[in-house]
């Protein structure tokens, strides 16, 4: 019985987040909000790799500066932004989402995290130092890393071939 749960959750996530896909969005930047998510058992926790803790100290100096909150991290975002950010060094190119792949807002729910919204900003580049820029100087990138409602990172970074592949997988948690 739980399997036909899980699936029928997946199914309907799958076709509420292919109505938000159609609608699309900037490239590089995408922004799903979503009623409630399902929950299943956090992933252990894990030391954050050099540049995925200069990216996640830089967002928060940059939404300190500005008097916004920092972002709490989480790890269940931050296990669907490594899948990802695996995924893009593997096939060598930055996608939202590629072929047969899930979209943004079920790989966060599978993930186990709940929310009202979600966010994403993925990228690649050299260093985890010009990745940010690249971000803060992008409107859409930047418009996901000061927003207010949004309170919650995940962060991944997969190398491949001295090229970093970067995932941010943000949120709003829900109540």
């Known amino acids: 019985m739980r399997a036909v749960w899980i699936l029928v959750m997946v199914v309907g996530a799958f ?5 938000q896909y159609a609608a699309g969005g900037p490239a590089g930047s995408r922004r799903y909000i979503f009623a409630g998510g399902l929950a299943q ?9 050099a540049p995925e803790q200069t990216l996640f100290d830089a967002a928060n100096r940059e939404r300190v ?3 916004l909150a920092p972002f709490k991290w989480n790890a269940a975002l931050a296990s ?8 893009m060094a593997q096939e060598n190119r930055l996608e939202h989402q590629f072929p047969g792949e899930m979209d943004l807002g079920t790989r966060v729910r599978l993930a186990g995290v709940r929310f009202r919204a979600v966010a994403e900003n993925v990228a690649q580049g050299p260093s985890a ?9 992008s409107p859409p990138h ?3 890393l000061l ?3 949004l309170d919650s990172i995940g962060i991944a970074v997969a190398e491949r ?10 949120s709003q948690a829900s109540q």
Not at 41 to 49: D, E, N, T, V
Not at 129 to 137: K, R
Request: aromatic letters at 6%; hydrophobic letters at 40%.
């Open 15 to 19: 076709a509420e987040g292919l109505a």
């Open 41 to 49: 058992s956090r992933p252990a926790q894990r030391k954050l790799s």
């Open 65 to 67: 500066a500005r008097r």
């Open 80 to 87: 669907a932004a490594r899948a990802h950010a695996q995924r």
């Open 129 to 137: 130092a010009i990745i940010h820029t690249q971000w803060m100087n």
């Open 142 to 144: 930047r418009a996901n």
């Open 147 to 149: 927003d207010p409602e």
């Open 161 to 170: 071939k001295g090229q970093l592949f970067a995932v941010q997988d943000f």
